[in-house]
């Protein structure tokens, strides 16, 4: 028995048997927060971040490794590399979204979804007996997502 | 220890050689070094769940055990420094001469592998896995009773790992602290960014800081190139 192999398992276990079994849990906790008109996103996004723990470990690994491990510039290289990829990655994914929305509310429809109770009960409805898909939904976009970084 | 010299009445000099009791508790006490270190590796782990978890008090219990073990296990590398002092400290080779002395020494080495080490710490970490659900009850991270558990089940390899690290040099206790800092630095860390991960998204889910989480992930994965960057700071 080692010190390593106990510490090593243990984050295993956590990153990769607990946590995507949480995301059940948290997208479970999205849907009835969101049925009550609370803020649902928190609850929404930590359900997508267990699902890929391993994930963004990797990803760190990632932008602090591209310098020698003993390298001084490495701090520099790695925020230099996560900025980067924000703002080659993640902002113009974050641009679609965002023309998506103002295509909605163009349209008029960012006025009903919120305000109108009928139509996010029945998505409620509709999505707790969903939740399975949408879990599964989630495991399918994180498990085909891993050219991002 | 090293034959003395006095002069004898007629004024020529005349070879001492130490006491045989002497130098056999010198050998009693050098047995006791492995045992010693053992036994502060047990002390180690115990401060290691006062001051674990997320914190790591310098100075504190925990590093001061790992300390005294690291010099357990060098101490004839340490006390090879004395002669270059002037003092006349070579270990004593052989073994034990006087019956009881080695019997005790035996006694004490045998007491503390097979009851403190391999009875007496497994149950303490077993305690340290009931005060984690304890912890989570009171509100609290279980994590520091687990490592600390983890820590306790681990003496017998840690203390081979140390001593594999000792190169028999005078500068031993030294190289295996460095050797210690290299390995919790590649080995160690690493996995506990990971670790930082899941904290963040825990955190990040109940509405509380988390961005402090994902920092220390990426300080555990540089930890080698900070070092590095403040060396170079010097220069």
Redesign the interface.
């Known amino acids: ?4 192999n ?3 398992h ?3 276990w ?2 990769n048997v607990i ?1 995507p079994t949480m995301a059940g849990l ?1 997208f479970a906790v999205a849907i009835v927060r969101y049925s009550k008109g609370y803020p649902w996103n ?2 929404m ?2 359900a997508v ?2 699902l890929c ?2 994930g ?2 990797r990803a ?2 990632t ?3 591209q ?1 020698a ?7 520099w290289n ?1 925020l230099l590399n996560l900025i980067n990829w924000v703002g080659n990655v993640f902002l113009p994914v974050y641009a679609g979204s965002q023309v998506v929305l103002a295509a909605a509310t163009y349209v008029n429809v960012g006025h009903w979804m919120p305000g109108s109770a009928w139509l996010r009960h029945l998505t409620a409805a509709g999505l707790c007996l969903l939740a399975s898909g949408v879990l599964r939904l989630a495991e399918f976009f994180v498990t085909n997502g891993t050219s991002g970084v | 220890m090293a034959a003395s010299q006095c002069l004898a009445p007629r004024g020529e000099v005349k070879e001492m050689t130490n006491p045989p009791m002497l130098e056999d508790i010198s050998r009693l006490l050098l047995a006791l070094a492995a045992p010693a270190a053992l036994l502060c590796l047990l002390l180690a782990g115990i401060a290691l769940r006062r001051e674990g978890g997320t914190n790591f008090s310098l100075g504190g219990g925990f590093s001061r055990w790992m300390f005294w073990t690291v010099v357990f296990i060098t101490l004839p590398q340490l006390l090879s420094w004395f002669p270059s002092f002037g003092v006349p400290a070579t270990p004593p080779s052989g073994g034990i001469g006087i019956g009881w002395m080695a019997s005790v020494a035996a006694d004490l080495t045998n007491f503390v592998t097979n009851f403190v080490v391999n009875r007496l710490a497994p149950v303490l970490a077993a305690f340290f896995v009931l005060r984690a659900v304890l912890d989570v009850a009171d509100g609290s991270s279980p994590l520091g009773s ?2 600390a558990a ?2 306790l ?2 003496i ?3 203390a081979s ?1 140390l001593r594999g690290w000792n190169n028999s040099t005078p500068n031993a206790t030294a190289d295996v602290l460095a050797a210690l800092w290299t390995y919790v630095v ?3 860390l ?6 930082a ?2 904290a963040a ?2 955190a ?4 509380r800081r988390w961005m402090h989480y ?1 920092a220390a ?2 300080g555990f ?2 930890v ?6 403040i ?2 700071m010097m220069v």
């Open positions: 028995m080692s010190f390593y106990g510490f090593l243990l984050t295993n956590l990153g946590m948290l928190y609850s996004w930590a971040a267990a723990v391993s963004l470990l760190m690994e932008f602090s490794s310098l491990w003993n390298d001084p510039d490495l701090v790695a | 687990v490592i983890m820590f089940l681990s017998p390899s840690t790992l590649s080995q160690i690493p996995i506990a960014a990971g670790l991960i899941i998204i825990w990040f889910w109940q509405n994902i992930a990426g994965l540089m080698a190139a900070l070092w590095q960057l060396r170079r």
